[in-house]
């Protein structure tokens, strides 16, 4: 039985299950739901659930238990002297679900009764051609001990979906008779419900944050494997970024660092003032029917898809630079030899991140009580005197998160970079030259062709790994700044 | 308005401070002051009762336009102050509101410290030649606002640390380091405790000798204790100003003593 046919069954038995224990309660309480403990829905629910829960918690840990343990046992099956490494032992196994896969089809289609494919023989039969009627193709001829080993894999899947089936019916069945059995006017379904909806919650919760740890622990992991194969004081103070695949290459962070941290404090240039100001204009001197107007205009930049923003950089604003800067330039300066430089990228991205600081400071400093403006206004100050001293120190620690989440953003972004900074790793101060960033050089090393076992493709981890540390750094950072000024102001 | 021969020579000792003539208020469509004329005394406090919504506040603002602020407020009619209309295009409200400071219903210290608090008027105004004079300015203000022996080992402490009492006493002494000539008080106690309350009284009475208050309250009690003139606003309307005393003990229109004796509002 399939684990679709599996659900199915182990919904309708719940549906029942809502209904029947509804219909108990009420027989118990004679007709009348005000003798109940509970809403009569309740103990519906609470049959429904035990039905549900404890079944389909065994149905997933069965379906994603079921393939390692399978996996496991039928890799003893293969003699050692065939394979080298575990590269090739892998792609025997990939041989083995084909083939396997190849049989279920078979006999799906008539072409082999069941018997047959737990039966037949390299010795006697060609599986490729029979197995290639039914629209299955190998890439090579059988070996005996993958049609062996492929058999035995399609048994043991077969005994254990069987014993699947049997095992979640029959908890699903348990479930129902327990919760019951034990619906009667007295029980207690509510609080019983409301715990398991607690769980619930707990469990989606811990979800989120185990799969954060795990992805934490993969860059842990494969950054470890690549300084085992590169030493890590030539990583975080090798001055060339020059990755050849053939190896021998030098993987120093330096430059890429060089430019991420160029590249945001453009972008940054360009956002926090333009934004702050906006923000300040929205917030205290814009009439409501322009604020209304104007804040969500702004807000709009920010749905805008970063490849778009690249684009811009690639055909607007690189050109326009080169034009002021470049070579026969307004200018007359040569500052600038192609449109993508750290400029180009770092004007663009402070565009992007515009909308992201006004929007945020704009609701802190609306959250600045109107009694401190009141207070300065009182005191004969000017509107401006009192923005400048009164309200933006109160909205300070809220502006500096927001300027902070900004950096983030700036540190992590990698469209932009790609299509408006270039791709060469240097270190240089002119900021009119292509530069490239920890993000973008992640990309381009892992879709390369290299080998994933090779510190060429492992250094993406240590890049992330640093770039985490980095985010998270200043993360904690903003706390600090945001916890420090509220001391002080509160 | 009511004129009582006895007070008619007492109030023309004084000096006219404000002078308020066929003062009308809108906020939008809503009339919210109607016809009020009223002479403000310079050295006396003057309270404004009434029940809620009648535009006690409302007025009040008016007087060192804070009303300016709020977008549908429209005000008509001529405010003079020592005889100048304060609503004439040539005058600054910024400068006015140093001229005319106000505390408000809610302690609003701002987020800085005790002594950048009070420092704040000043500084924007450039009263202080120098860092002694600016000390001398702050700790002056903090005796007149009843607060320098309570806060001078703390002059840098966060002015939001302190009790309420203590913030609408270091409001007051905030509006008084400006040198203002009237100042003016939004319901000053509603926030605070009776002990709070009665500290605050007290400095009000003892800034009666400097300048001229203007103080809205819902504590009729508050009124008779603090002031000596009492003007009697009810639906926008100012229906009765006068001697304290003659007010709460003689009033001459029927809906004053109602609103005395707590028959309506």
């Known amino acids: ?490 | 308005m009511y004129d009582a021969p006895a007070s008619e020579q007492k109030v023309n000792q004084k000096s006219t401070k404000i002078a308020a003539n066929k003062v009308q208020v809108f906020y939008g469509d809503t009339h919210a002051i109607k016809d009020v004329d009223v002479q403000i005394e310079d050295k006396t406090v003057t309270a404004f009762i009434g029940p809620s919504g009648c535009g006690k506040s409302t007025f009040l603002r008016c007087l060192n336009r804070m009303n300016d602020t709020i977008d549908v407020c429209r005000v008509k009619g001529e405010i003079l102050l020592d005889g100048e209309d304060i609503y004439d295009p040539k005058v600054d409200p910024v400068q006015l509101r140093a001229k005319v400071g106000m505390v408000f219903q809610k302690p609003n210290p701002f987020p800085k410290s005790i002594y950048d608090n009070i420092a704040y008027g000043p500084r924007i105004h450039g009263l202080a030649k120098n860092k002694a004079d600016l000390d001398e300015i702050v700790e002056k203000s903090l005796r007149r606002g009843a607060i320098w022996n309570e806060v001078k080992d703390r002059l840098h402490a966060p002015g939001t640390g302190l009790s309420g009492g203590q913030q609408q006493r270091l409001c007051i002494a905030r509006a008084v380091a400006t040198e203002p000539e009237v100042l003016l008080m939004d319901e000053p106690c509603s926030a605070l405790d009776p002990i709070a309350t009665g500290q605050v009284e007290e400095l009000i009475d003892e800034l009666r000798e400097n300048y001229s208050v203007v103080i809205v309250t819902h504590s009729m009690q508050q009124a008779a204790r603090v002031s000596q003139k009492t003007a009697f606003f009810h639906l926008g309307n100012l229906v009765e100003y006068g001697e304290t005393g003659q007010i709460f003990t003689n009033p001459v229109d029927p809906r004053t003593e109602s609103y005395i004796t707590g028959r309506i509002g």
Do not use: C
């Open chain 1, 1 to 490: 039985m399939s684990a679709f046919w599996i659900l199915i069954i182990v919904l309708a038995l719940a549906a029942v299950g809502y209904v029947l224990g509804r219909q108990r309660a009420m027989a118990s309480a004679g007709g009348d739901s005000r003798h109940l403990h509970s809403l009569p829905a309740y103990y519906g629910y609470n049959v429904s659930l035990s039905v549900l829960v404890p079944a389909l918690g065994l149905l997933v840990l069965w379906l994603i238990a079921q393939p390692i343990v399978i996996e496991r046992s039928v890799k003893t099956m293969i003699p050692e002297e065939t394979y080298t490494d575990a590269g090739a032992l892998n792609l025997i196994m990939s041989d083995v679900r084909r083939v396997a896969n190849g049989l279920d089809l078979a006999v799906e289609r008539g072409a082999l009764t069941s018997e047959q494919a737990g039966s037949i023989r390299t010795e006697f039969t060609n599986i490729r051609e029979r197995l290639g009627s039914v629209g299955v193709a190998l890439g090579s001829d059988v070996q005996r001990e993958v049609l062996t080993a492929a058999q035995s894999y399609r048994a043991m899947n077969a005994t254990g979906n069987l014993i699947r089936a049997v095992l979640v019916l029959a908890l699903a069945a348990a479930g129902f008779g327990y919760a019951y059995m034990r619906t009667d006017r007295d029980f207690r379904a509510r609080n019983v419900v409301e715990r398991v909806l607690l769980s619930m919650l707990v469990f989606a919760a811990s979800i989120a944050i185990l799969t954060t740890v795990g992805i934490v622990l993969s860059l842990v992991f494969n950054t470890v494997e690549f300084f085992k194969l590169y030493p890590w004081t030539e990583f975080f103070f090798g001055l060339t970024w020059s990755p050849s695949f053939g190896g021998g290459s030098d993987l120093g962070i330096l430059p890429l660092f060089w430019g991420t941290f160029y590249i945001s404090l453009i972008a940054l240039a360009v956002a926090v003032p333009i934004g702050l100001f906006a923000a300040v204009y929205l917030s205290e001197y814009a009439s409501p029917a322009v604020r209304a107007f104007a804040k969500p205009l702004l807000e709009v930049l920010a749905g805008i898809p970063t490849i778009v923003y690249g684009l811009f950089a690639l055909l607007t604003v690189g050109p326009a630079l080169v034009a002021i800067f470049g070579r026969d330039g307004a200018l007359g300066v040569q500052w600038m030899g192609g449109g993508t430089a750290v400029m180009t990228a770092g004007l663009v991205m402070g565009i992007m991140l515009i909308p992201f600081v006004s929007s945020l400071s704009d609701d802190i400093i609306n959250a600045v009580p109107q009694a401190m403006r009141d207070g300065s206004l009182g005191l004969g100050a000017t509107k401006s005197e009192t923005i400048k001293q009164v309200v933006l120190p109160a909205a300070l620690p809220g502006i500096v998160g927001a300027i902070l989440l900004a950096a983030s953003r700036a540190i992590g972004e990698t469209m932009i970079v790609v299509l408006g900074a270039g791709a060469a790793a240097r270190l240089s101060l002119n900021p009119f030259e292509a530069m490239t960033t920890v993000t973008a050089k992640i990309v381009s090393q892992l879709t390369g062709d290299a080998d994933f076992a090779s510190p060429e493709a492992l250094v993406a981890f240590a890049l992330g790994m640093t770039l985490f540390v980095i985010t998270l750094g200043l993360n904690i950072f903003a706390l600090w700044i945001v916890r420090k000024y509220r001391e002080q102001y509160e």
